[in-house]
């Protein structure tokens, strides 16, 4: 059982940015696609962005394209999300992910969430 654990939400004033980290507990982290989802209230659980295990393939929703940037450090069992040109519409709370390159069905384990809040 791999567990994950997230770092570096709160608030920001909307154009500013964020970065999330996500680090976890096992070597085999590194056998695996990385990532994260986002969930705001009233919504769905919808795919952010993913990376591979060799950190050779990224994939991006649209709505984050240009703005964020997903990376991974297989020695330290890290995956980091660097969130510039933030956007109220970004608030959530959001959940790093093994096992996905983009299907939530295809995840493995789950973080437990940090929450991002950006003011308009």
């Known amino acids: 059982q791999v567990q994950l654990v997230e770092s570096g939400g709160g608030l920001v004033q909307a154009g500013g940015s964020l970065r999330l980290s996500c680090v976890a507990s096992?070597?085999?982290?590194?056998?695996?696609?990385a990532g994260w989802f986002r969930q705001a209230p009233g919504k769905e659980r919808e795919f952010v962005a993913s990376?591979?295990?060799?950190?050779?393939?990224?994939t991006y929703a649209d709505s984050v394209k240009g703005r964020f940037t997903i990376s991974r450090d297989n020695a330290k069992r890290t995956v980091n999300l660097q969130m510039n040109s933030l956007k109220p519409e970004d608030t959530a709370v959001y959940y790093c992910?093994?096992?996905?390159?983009?299907?939530?069905?295809?995840?493995?384990?789950w973080g437990q969430g940090t929450q991002v809040t950006v003011s308009s």
């Open positions: 990376i591979s295990w060799s950190s050779s393939s990224t």
């Open positions: 096992e070597r085999t982290f590194s056998d695996y696609a």
């Open positions: 992910q093994l096992g996905s390159s983009g299907s939530r069905l295809r995840v493995r384990y």
